[in-house]
């Protein structure tokens, strides 16, 4: 691990972390406690990285006639707490304390509407590509630190494709479950 660990929550924000607001959020419904966080991979255009389109979208400030994809997706209001870009660097677009819509339909342990008590963490990357050794880093740190704040995600993380499945693929083949939990073992006992 080269780098330190430089992220803190403060008042559901991740210090550390840009602030790039989304008007796409709601209030989680009342005394609900954050138990899980959701994994995901997004790309726009699919597989192509950079240009500031993902951010764009969950602002609901894309051109949607900048590319054919785009006009696939266009209208549509999706957000996510947190999306980690190639370069390592890290968004927030929704306050913790708040509800993102990021999962839509889905089902964890029995318990329908994962919005409603997770936080969505996107990977910039596709279902074909690996992801980047410094989004691995930095995922670690970033959960290690939210495990701190919400002691129930301890023990729930899980894929959009786990809570979705049949409907959802990501975060994909290419993300390495087995490294990642080993590198956040690793991350907190040392
Ligand atoms: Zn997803």
Known sequence: M???????????????????????????????????????NISLPPSQFGGGYIEQFFQNQLDWSVHPYFQTIEGMEVSTHLLILRTGEVLQFVNFNDRAWHAGRSTYLAQKE???????????????????????????????????????????????????????????????????????HHFKNK
Do not use: M
């Open 2 to 40: 080269s780098q330190a660990t430089t992220f803190q929550v403060q008042d559901g924000q991740l210090i550390g972390a840009r602030q790039v607001p989304s008007p796409n959020f709601n209030q989680r419904p009342a005394d609900t406690e954050i138990q899980l966080v959701v994994i995901h």
């Open 114 to 184: 994962c919005n409603d008590y997770s936080i969505g963490i996107e990977l910039e990357g596709s279902d074909d590509l690996p992801f980047e050794p410094v989004q691995y880093d930095v995922l670690t740190q970033v959960v290690a630190c939210l495990q701190q704040v919400y002691p129930k995600i301890q023990q729930h993380i899980a894929g959009h494709s786990d809570i979705a499945p049949g409907r959802k693929t990501d975060p994909g083949p290419f993300f390495e479950w087995n490294a990642f939990r080993q590198q956040l």
